[in-house]
């Protein structure tokens, strides 16, 4: 007599055990998971509430309100309204009888402001092309996957960190000692920080590349330089031109804050005001920086579109 035997009903319990074996291990992963969430959602609030007492962010003191009585409070609320107060007396008097008059007196210094944003987009532009140069150099041996060896990599991004780690401030209070007030020291300030930021940011493309084009020019016999110039910086070029135009714009409000400490552009213009309280002046060179940034985004988006072929069709 012979026995036959239905391979489904065979695969079946199997199959069955299967699936019941991966539930239970997709269940306990899950679980893991949520563990693990929920254990680092607790140690950021943690974090968020030490940083928060730290700053004062918490603090109660006494705080002098409107009307001049003084109350114990939280810092927070009665300092908003004096905020507001602050802003509104950097806002002008505009009437649309006398606009134009108003607008003389709001502007009032026009012809010295734009000279200064002038030599401040100057001192930008220098800075930047200066720091293009540095960090687009620096940041092939700051590559993991292009740097020569070890020693290196090493040194290269310890030199990019002491450059960035450094605020261009105090690049900027540590050229004018070296070299007297003046422009010079706006550009050699933002020029060293934005080499330490960029090689960064260009690093970080270059290790994203990919490795095969590479590997067929040192297949051909190319050396380690031939390698990038052939096989990397084609990959690298539209993120390289992204970020050099992001720090462009960055580095124009830059320019506008060190003249603070004597290193050019409209900064001293800033301090100048802060010091004799003069508000409207303020607001006046805040629409001004904020027009000639507005004005630099505009033309740096439609310079990258037309260089990474995204231009309108129209």
């Known amino acids: 007599m012979v026995l036959i035997t239905d391979p489904q009903s065979i695969a079946a319990p199997q199959s069955s055990a299967a699936v019941t ?5 997709f269940a306990r992963l899950r679980k893991r998971s949520r563990l693990v969430w929920a254990a680092w959602t607790l140690v950021f609030i943690a974090l968020f509430i030490l940083t928060g007492w730290h700053g004062d ?47 003389a007196e709001w502007f009032w210094r026009w012809r010295t402001w734009l000279w200064l944003l002038l030599e401040t987009i100057l001192i930008a532009f220098m800075a930047t092309t200066l720091a293009v140069v540095g960090g687009f150099l620096l940041s092939f041996p700051a590559s993991r996957n292009l740097a020569p060896n070890l020693w290196v990599l090493w040194i290269t991004r310890r030199a990019l960190e002491i450059a960035r780690t450094v605020p261009d401030l105090v690049w900027a209070l540590i050229f004018v000692f070296c070299f ?3 422009p010079l020291a706006g550009v050699l300030a933002i020029a060293l920080h934005s080499v330490g930021a960029l090689g960064k940011l260009y690093s970080e493309v270059n290790e994203n590349i ?29 993120n390289i031109l992204s970020y050099t135009l992001l720090r462009f714009e960055i580095n124009v409000r830059s320019s506008s804050i060190i003249g603070y400490v004597g290193a050019g552009g409209l900064g001293q213009e800033l301090r ?7 508000y409207t002046d303020l607001s006046a060179l805040f629409v001004i920086i904020f027009v000639t940034v507005m004005v ?8 990258r579109h037309r260089v990474i072929g995204m231009e309108d069709s129209a």
């Open 21 to 25: 074996a991966f539930e239970q291990e």
């Open 180 to 182: 007297s007030v003046g």
């Open 296 to 303: 630099i985004d505009y033309g740096s988006e439609k310079l």
């Open 272 to 278: 100048t005001a802060m010091s004799f309280q003069e």
């Open 210 to 238: 990919d490795m095969r084009p590479l590997e067929g020019v040192k297949a051909a016999g190319g050396t380690w330089f031939d390698q990038i110039r052939y096989g990397a910086v084609p990959q690298v070029l539209p």
């Open 57 to 103: 962010f918490f603090k109660v003191t006494q705080v002098t309100l409107q009307d001049g009585s003084r109350v114990w409070s939280w810092i927070i609320p009665p300092g908003i309204p004096r905020l507001g107060e602050y802003i509104s007396k950097t806002i002008p008097t505009l009437r649309w009888d006398s606009l134009g008059a108003d607008f």
